[in-house]
């Protein structure tokens, strides 16, 4: 199938997104705007385009501190959620939950109320008018350690709005922050009833997945890459139907695990009955969207289209939505998919 035909009719079937953080999805002009407040080098799209470009995590890391760093008015945050929006409705998302980092924000005096107010504000307005629903998982951060960690959860719990922030994530650098050192905030998490997710195997090896797993009790695996070194943990993951948030794009422009799109081994995680979901991680930092994944799935990876169907269906089935809702939203996409792709290969 041509490119050109692939993207128009993807773009009709209703999908979802589960690894997406929500200050990545910002457009670039957006990016130029807020970075060039305090470095007008930045109104050239240029140097935009350069800051975007990375060759590790932690490169990747400093950009989007950088980013965060940058936020001065509480329109901005706002804002973000108008990029997210047009990024939904773009791309045929019709249900994500979003990472949402607080640290750095608190860190420069901004209140965890008055934030999340403007994102509720917006994801009631996005419901109402065009039908997406966005829901929230806090990233407690390895970046800022335990202490911060544990306020970041303190926070989510005393805000207390199971309605839309539904759980906490663990991001950052692995290398930096191990699972052990968080293991507290999570047994915490759980015992307040929130969802656990965590990134591992990201930039470590499996070992840090099995970690997630064992000490954090991750109900999902952020990345979780590094499996691919360790076939136990391959047939644990399935047959424990522990899903995957996969993100290709996103592990080649880190470099930990592979240098090219080719070389993913996402096609042996499905292969081998891992519930695999796809992911762009941080389309705005990335330059991608989540038709371009799915296209690469097709093009690249070796993926049928009765292959990307399934994924699109794993995508919601590992989504911390009701049964209900599940359910409702894969019938959606079955539909949708039957009238556009049937007969096709």
């Not at 335990?146 to 303190?154: I, Q, Y």
């Not at 169907?309 to 989504?319: D, E, P, Q, T």
Request: hydrophobic share 40%; with cysteine; proline share 3%.
């Amino acid at each position: 199938m041509e490119k050109e035909l692939f993207y128009k009719k993807l773009k009709k079937i209703p999908k979802s997104e589960i690894h997406l953080h929500s200050e990545a999805v910002v457009d670039r002009k957006t990016v130029s705007k807020i970075l060039s407040r305090k470095e007008p080098e930045f109104k050239d799209m240029k140097n935009v385009d350069k800051f975007f470009s990375y060759n590790s995590l932690d490169e990747f890391i400093d950009a989007f501190l950088k980013v965060q760093n940058s936020y001065e008015e509480i329109s901005d945050f706002s804002e973000l959620f108008d990029c997210i929006k047009d990024y939904m409705l773009s791309n045929g998302i019709v249900y994500t939950e979003l990472y949402f980092s607080p640290s750095m924000f608190l860190n420069n005096g901004w209140q965890f109320e008055d934030i999340i107010e403007q994102f509720i504000k917006k994801i009631k307005k996005m419901k109402k008018k065009n039908r997406l629903i966005a829901k929230i998982i806090v990233d407690v951060s390895r970046t800022f350690g335990k202490e911060n960690a544990m306020k970041n959860l303190d926070k989510v719990i005393e805000y207390n709005d199971r309605e839309n922030i539904i759980g906490i994530g663990l991001g950052g650098s692995e290398l930096n922050g191990p699972a052990k050192e968080f293991q507290e905030v999570f047994q915490k998490a759980k015992a307040y009833g929130f969802r656990r997710v965590a990134h591992a195997g990201e930039d470590d090896g499996p070992d840090s997945v099995w970690d997630a797993l064992n000490l954090l009790d991750a109900e999902r695996i952020g990345h979780g890459i590094a499996a691919v070194e360790d076939k136990e943990l391959v047939k644990y993951l399935a047959d424990n139907k522990i899903p995957l948030e996969l993100c290709p794009t996103s592990n080649v422009f880190t470099k930990r695990f592979v240098q090219k799109i080719e070389e993913h081994p996402i096609k042996y995680f499905f292969d081998n009955g891992i519930m695999v979901t796809l992911n762009t991680d941080d389309p705005a930092f990335f330059n991608i969207n989540i038709l371009d994944e799915y296209w690469n799935l097709y093009s690249k990876l070796g993926f049928s289209l009765d292959d990307i169907l399934k994924v699109i269906i794993n995508g919601f089935n590992a989504s911390f939505a009701p049964d209900k809702l599940k359910k409702k939203m894969v019938k959606r996409a079955v539909k949708a998919w039957d009238k556009e792709f049937k007969g096709l290969t």
